[in-house]
């Protein structure tokens, strides 16, 4: 069953001041977070952009699953995504 949105959470992320530049990409301080595209977000919410980003990489790039999936995930490590 797919998760409900913590509407309250994801609006905080956008209410936040934006972050100072930083020379050194973040690291995650809590289990909870991940980084992803240089910002600390809920894992949740990782996969969520995740999953998305591999599902037009299939649809629109005609990759297989496991192809978008893949590049997507190196992509993550290499802080690329």
Not at 10 to 38: C, R
Not at 44 to 62: F, S
Request: aromatic share 6%; charged share 25%.
């Amino acid at each position: 069953m797919a998760r409900k949105p913590d509407w309250a959470a994801l609006g905080a992320l956008f209410d936040q001041a934006p972050p100072a530049p930083a020379t050194a990409p973040p690291s995650a301080p809590e289990d909870g977070t991940a980084v992803y595209n240089g910002e600390c977000l809920p894992k949740w919410l990782v996969r969520d952009l995740m999953q998305e980003r591999a599902a037009l990489r299939e649809y629109c790039g005609g990759m297989t699953r496991e192809e978008a999936e893949a590049l997507t995930l190196q992509g993550l490590q290499r802080g690329r995504v």
